[in-house]
């Protein structure tokens, strides 16, 4: 069993940066894919990144292609989520998952999840 941790999150004005981290622990989440949703308000969970357990391939949601930039460090048992140029809509709470099998922007393709950070961007 890994448990995932979020953090990062907080409030920032339009074209900012920010970045997330997810910290695991228990079970070391190496041999697998991760990868970072999204929920709004009143909204599904969306997919927004995951990078690839072996060479680190990364996939992004055409929504932050450009912006957003996922990455692991392997040592630390963390995954990060560079997100520039942030706008409103970018407004969520950010999940960090452990891929287990399936479509990947399908939530139920995740096993693992962490609680969240919420992520306020103002205009």
């Known amino acids: 069993q890994v448990q995932l941790v979020e953090s990062g999150g907080g409030l920032v004005q339009a074209g900012d940066s920010l970045r997330l981290s997810c910290a695991a622990s228990?079970?070391?989440?190496?041999?697998?894919?991760m990868a970072w949703f999204r929920q709004a308000e009143g909204k599904e969970r969306e997919f927004v990144s995951l990078?690839?357990?072996?060479?680190?391939?990364?996939i992004y949601a055409d929504v932050v292609k450009g912006r957003f930039t996922i990455t692991r460090d392997i040592a630390k048992n963390t995954v990060y989520l560079q997100m520039s140029s942030l706008k409103p809509e970018d407004t969520a709470v950010y999940y960090c998952?452990?891929?287990?099998?399936?479509?990947?922007?399908?939530?139920?393709?995740?096993?693992?999840w962490g609680p969240g950070t919420q992520v306020t961007v103002s205009s």
């Open positions: 998952a452990r891929y287990s099998g399936g479509i990947y922007y399908y939530t139920t393709s995740y096993n693992s």
């Open positions: 228990g079970r070391t989440f190496s041999p697998y894919a």
């Open positions: 990078i690839e357990r072996s060479r680190g391939s990364t």
